[in-house]
């Protein structure tokens, strides 16, 4: 229940028409987390917002979820895109079905948001460098540059990018 009040307490103090991308990783339920606060900014409540938290959440902080969502406007779901890097493996379908991007490296995560115009394609490269840096092998980042094209069906010019 704690990012779900951390993102609600971060909406409150937010301009009405932002936007979110939400960065995270699948070792908690951070997917979840993120798609159910889209849910709720875009007016989830009441028993239906109760079915929806997880078990473990806690009657103290369900009542303070309720109580955050009480004043805040009902908008379309303001989150853009989760990024969720794969830390544990989890099922790559389930978490796309929730509206996630399950990656297996920033460099992933960077092609994508380049091909959603949010960064420049140089970043593509610039994260690229920084991996080799980093001793991360050109046969790693080859792989994980086609794993993106065919995953995300994102273009060919995004790997290209990564290869330089």
Same mark, same amino acid.
């Given at each position: 229940?704690?990012? *779900?009040?951390?993102?609600?307490? /971060? ?19 951070? &997917? ?22 997880? =078990?473990?959440?806690?009657?103290? +902080?369900?009542?303070?979820?309720? &109580? ?32 996630? /991007? ?7 995560? =960077?092609?994508? *948001? =380049? ?6 394609? +140089?970043?593509? $490269? ?10 991360? $092998? ?15 069906? *994102?273009?060919?010019?995004?790997? =290209?990018?990564?290869?330089?």
């Amino acid at each position: 229940g704690y990012k *779900l009040r951390a993102l609600l307490l /971060y909406r409150r103090e937010l301009p009405d028409g932002a936007r979110f991308l939400l960065f995270g990783d699948d070792s908690e339920a951070d &997917a979840e987390v993120f798609a159910l606060f889209g849910e709720v900014c875009a007016g989830l409540r009441d028993e239906e917002l109760e079915r929806a938290l997880p =078990a473990k959440v806690a009657r103290w +902080e369900r009542k303070e979820i309720r &109580a955050l969502t009480e004043d805040l406007p009902r908008r379309d779901n303001p989150v853009d895109g989760i990024f969720i890097h794969l830390a544990k493996g989890n099922d790559l379908e389930a978490l796309r079905a929730r509206g996630a /991007y399950p990656t297996h490296s920033y460099l992933q995560t =960077a092609m994508i *948001l =380049a091909h959603q115009g949010y960064i420049a394609p +140089e970043a593509v $490269t610039a994260v690229a460098k920084m991996l080799r840096r980093r001793l991360i $092998t050109e046969a790693q980042i080859g792989s994980w540059a086609e794993d993106a094209l065919d995953r995300f069906e *994102l273009p060919e010019a995004l790997a =290209a990018r990564a290869r330089e």
